[in-house]
């Protein structure tokens, strides 16, 4: 069982674009969470960053990732990257 995955992210953000397009391409499904349209998900956003606004932000079962490539999320995953 692949576990939960949820990437904060904005609109506007590149980043977070290809990161949301990778996970797409490889089958992976997760949860988005507009920082920008709800302030509740900003503000755990900014809990899990030391309060600097980086995203993408990808929480993995648990395990906090801070603007990471798609490798690293599949690692945390437990795939092939």
Sequence with gaps: ???KIIVYTTSWCGDCRRLK???KDH???YEERDI???ERD???MMTYTNGKRVIPT???GGQILINP???RVAEAMGIPG
């Design 27 to 29: 089958g992976i499904s």
């Design 42 to 44: 900003y503000k755990t």
């Design 58 to 60: 990808v929480d993995v």
């Design 21 to 23: 397009s990778q996970l």
């Design 1 to 3: 069982m692949e576990p």
């Design 69 to 71: 490539p798609f490798s």
């Design 36 to 38: 920008e349209q709800n």
